[in-house]
């Protein structure tokens, strides 16, 4: 089980800021096929994933990286601090 | 070293003078404070989210690696989240060194860092209607001018 995490204007779309996710993907690129094939909402906030930015346990990370031992994952678009 | 995440407003007077006091070792404060911009006069509120826990990380991890850049006596960042309204400070960041060039390139490194790797993300509320701010190509450059 991952704890799937939305900020901004990905949580938007989606329309949830959080939520559990049962899955078998192996890398953040397979989580994101399984989540855009649910429904238009994600389909719509995954469509470009190069305007997107992914954490895994709350470190920068990329979509080809393996989830093997990783309990929270969270999407995002790029960062506007300061 | 100190981080702190807010939504309440900070005093900054109080925070840059008590920042390095008593540390007659340091001969040089430089203090950043970023302020809610209204541009042309439409802006009603910002509001800013954030990620809790790998804000706070995050900002740390930048603030050690300026550390182990420059010779600092302390760092302290103040970044706050929530509903800010045109003029209200949104940020603050200060450094302490025994001389001024190290307190002034780390209070810039942690600038250019906490703008595109701090897990905030900033909203525009207007009459016209919400925006979310778009990172903008010059913030990713920015930091490679500190990549060695």
């Known amino acids: 089980m991952l704890d799937v995490l939305y900020f901004a204007w990905v949580r938007e779309r989606i329309g949830l800021p959080k939520e559990r996710v049962e899955t078998g993907a192996a890398t953040v690129a397979e989580l994101v096929a399984e989540l855009s094939a649910r429904d238009a909402r994600y389909a719509a906030a995954f469509a470009d994933i190069s305007a997107l930015r992914v954490a895994l346990d709350q470190e920068l990370s990329d979509f080809d990286a393996p989830l093997a031992g990783v309990r929270e994952v969270a999407f995002f678009p790029p960062m506007t601090g300061g | ?148």
Do not use: N
């Not at chain 2, 925070?15 to 006091?21: D, E, H, P, R, Y």
């Not at chain 2, 990380?57 to 006596?73: D, F, K, P, V």
């Open chain 2, 1 to 148: 070293m100190r981080v702190v995440v807010q939504s309440e407003p900070f005093d900054l007077g109080a925070l840059t003078a008590g920042f390095a006091a008593g540390r007659s070792d340091m001969g040089a404060v430089v203090s950043f404070t970023g302020i809610v911009r209204d541009t042309d006069g439409r802006l009603d509120r910002m509001e800013i989210e954030h990620y809790p826990g790998m804000t706070e990380r995050a900002i740390a991890t930048i603030a050690e690696e300026a550390q182990a850049r420059w010779s600092l006596g302390d760092v302290l960042v103040i970044h706050r989240h929530g509903t800010l309204r045109p003029g209200e400070l949104i940020m603050m960041v200060a450094t302490c060194s025994p001389h001024r060039g190290d307190a002034f390139a780390a209070a810039e490194f942690l600038m250019d860092y906490l703008k595109s790797r701090a897990p905030f993300w900033k909203k525009e509320l207007t009459a016209d209607g919400a925006a979310w701010v778009a990172a903008k190509p010059e913030d990713e450059d920015a930091l490679s001018r500190w990549t060695r």
